[in-house]
């Protein structure tokens, strides 16, 4: 089974807009993290949030927050105010404390911000 | 504070050769990471190193896959001989420590692998 799951392979939004990019995941350890990065085509991963399973309040960093409702096992990252610079791939990615500490990763969301 | 350097950026070999990708990590990782991404995927972990230790390998192709990483510092990736299947970036990451969980890993910018 997939541990990541990203079910929008191509997302658009208009310049100034919120987007959400959604995330789900599969874990019995009690002990995770969630983790969003962001790759530009340059090719590097650039971290962007994490959220922790125990974490009561869900993490915010600038313009990204974390929705994350953990009895649907979903931590979708929400962006706020689009940036044309905003456009790259995004990564939901997690390490199980009880696995090794790799960190899994999903398929990937091209998000497109047009003018 | 200086970043994960990868080389090279591009590589593009012939079928049945061999290549090898270098990774240096941010100073006083002890955690490194080699992942592959093939095209339209998300990485998936070759090898997971700590210190000089392996402590995952259990998705590298061990038939033509090699990985090292003396001193604890540096690391080198070999593929001998390369398939067609093998092109994919090869991201190496480094983060501080295994745990907590909360610990994020921090990344290069990879190494364009094509094989003709």
């Known amino acids: 089974a997939q541990k990541i799951t990203q079910t929008q392979p191509g997302m658009f939004v208009q310049e100034k807009e919120a987007v959400t990019l959604d995330c789900t995941y599969d874990?019995?350890?009690?002990?995770?993290?969630l983790f969003w990065y962001k790759q530009p085509s340059s090719g590097e991963m650039i971290f962007l949030i994490y959220?922790?399973?125990?974490?009561?309040q869900n993490a915010t960093e600038g313009r990204y927050s974390l929705n994350f409702q953990k009895a649907r096992k979903s931590a979708n990252l929400v962006i706020s105010a689009s940036q044309l610079g905003d456009s790259a791939m995004y990564f939901c990615?997690?390490?199980?404390?009880?696995?090794?500490?790799?960190?899994?990763f999903g398929t990937g969301t091209s998000l497109t911000v047009i003018p | 504070e200086a970043g994960v350097a990868q080389s090279p950026r591009y590589k593009i070999i012939e079928k049945r050769q061999s290549v090898a990708f270098w990774c240096n990590p941010i100073s006083g990782h002890a955690t490194l990471y080699w992942y592959q991404q093939i095209l339209g995927q998300g990485p998936k972990l070759l090898i997971q190193f700590q210190n000089n230790g392996v402590v995952d390998d259990s998705q590298l192709p061990k038939d033509r896959f090699s990985a090292e990483r003396l001193k604890g510092v540096d690391s080198t990736l070999k593929i001998q001989p390369a398939k067609l299947e093998d092109s994919a970036v090869y991201l190496c990451?480094?983060?501080?420590?295994?745990?907590?969980?909360?610990?994020?890993?921090?990344f290069g910018q990879g190494t364009r692998l094509t094989v003709v």
């Open positions: 990615a997690m390490r199980e404390k009880n696995t090794g500490n790799q960190f899994y």
């Open positions: 990451a480094s983060s501080i420590a295994p745990l907590p969980v909360s610990t994020e890993a921090f």
């Open positions: 874990t019995s350890d009690p002990s995770y993290g």
């Open positions: 959220q922790g399973s125990y974490d009561q």
